[in-house]
């Protein structure tokens, strides 16, 4: 089994407590005490205390094109990104000449070099490290990457394989949009970056390293979900594709997928010690606590990420699996689910063994 031997978030440098984002964004974007008013109900419903962004939130505000939001994106998630591998590494107990592959993601913004290849140069990484850019899978993808090193490692077992997540959500803010979706999304999401050291079998038994160990993954791309999350792209950058279903889906396919998944494993919800669970809002980790009947200590990592940091899209789940193995302990063999979903609209379940 793959064991990941490290898992390290960072967050943009600017820390700002919910109100203060709340009245930039409604000074900036609303024109009416109504449509103001409306912006404080939706933020404050978020349940977010406190959010980080790679830019003063007046910068990210006033960046109106979508080249110079994107020539930030660059700038800022190569920089974080890389300081997440370091970290990562550094945990690990690892050199960046021992990385054979690196797998980056993000949806917050498109670059060519992807960011992994500037990330490499930064850190130092091998010229003949295996580069594998993912683009588009949003929320998920914190969970996907780790299931997609799993299925590299399975190949591979005396090699290293990182995860890199970078997210500046911030950059994708559409002034004059009061959209619902998009007043959901200026309350909820920040700025980040994590990353993960996964090590093949054979590796991790010569370095006798410590972690969780994945034992399996499981995908689920469901029906006629296609305008449930997304990005619309328009001259002004991302423009965030919302819908009010999410909580819904969770109710109707969840329960049954980590059900059936963890059946596969002859295992049963209750067997199950630790939760990894994507902070994707309220009404969507209400919805997973509901669905799966969990004991209201289950997430309390992820409910304390969302306030303390909001929603980082692919970043978040890492974080929350950062703080899980420096917070949590489990007994050896317990099983763990670490889990998210996100665009397509679609969900990522990763069995864990602690």
């Known amino acids: 089994m793959t064991t990941i031997a490290a898992a390290r978030g960072v967050l943009g440098r600017h820390r700002y407590d919910q109100q203060t984002i709340t009245e930039a964004f409604a000074t ?33 505000l006033a960046l109106e094109q979508f080249g110079a939001r994107n020539d930030a994106f660059i700038s800022h998630a190569t920089v974080l990104g890389a300081e997440a591998l370091s970290a ?16 980056f993601t993000t949806v917050t913004g498109v670059a060519a070099p992807s960011i992994d290849a500037r990330i490499a140069a930064m850190v130092g990484l091998r010229p003949d490290v295996k580069r594998l850019p993912l683009f588009g899978l949003g929320c998920v993808a914190g969970a996907a990457g780790i299931a997609r090193l799993h299925d590299y490692l399975l190949g591979h077992p005396d090699e290293v394989a990182v995860l890199v997540s970078a997210e500046l959500c911030s950059l994708t803010l559409q002034r004059g949009d009061l959209s619902i979706a998009n007043m959901v999304a200026s309350g909820l999401f920040g700025d980040g970056a994590a990353a993960v050291v996964a090590l093949g079998a054979d590796r991790a038994r010569r370095l006798g390293s410590q972690g969780p160990r994945v034992v399996d993954s499981r995908s689920h791309l469901y029906p006629d979900t296609s305008d449930t999350m997304g990005w619309d792209v328009r001259e002004t950058g991302l423009k965030i594709v919302l819908g009010a279903g999410v909580p819904d889906l969770v109710e109707r396919y969840l329960g049954e997928d980590v059900g059936s998944f963890l059946a596969s494993h002859q295992l049963e919800l209750s067997d199950v010690a630790g939760w990894v669970c994507h902070p994707g809002g309220p009404k969507v980790i209400e919805a997973i606590e509901s669905v799966l009947d969990l004991d209201p200590q289950a997430l309390e990592l992820t409910w304390r990420s969302l306030a303390e940091i909001g929603n980082l899209s692919s970043s978040s789940v890492l974080h929350v699996l950062a703080d899980t193995l420096n917070k949590r302990s489990f007994a050896d063999g317990s099983p763990g689910v670490l889990m998210a979903m996100g665009p397509g609209f679609c969900s990522e379940l990763v069995l864990l063994s602690w």
């Open 28 to 60: 900036q974007c609303a024109t009416t005490d109504r449509e103001r008013a409306m912006v404080r109900r939706f933020h404050q419903n978020a349940k977010v205390n406190t959010r980080y962004t790679a830019l003063p939130i007046e910068d990210c």
């Open 88 to 103: 990562a590494l550094e945990e690990a107990g690892l050199a960046a000449s021992d990385v054979d592959l690196i797998l």
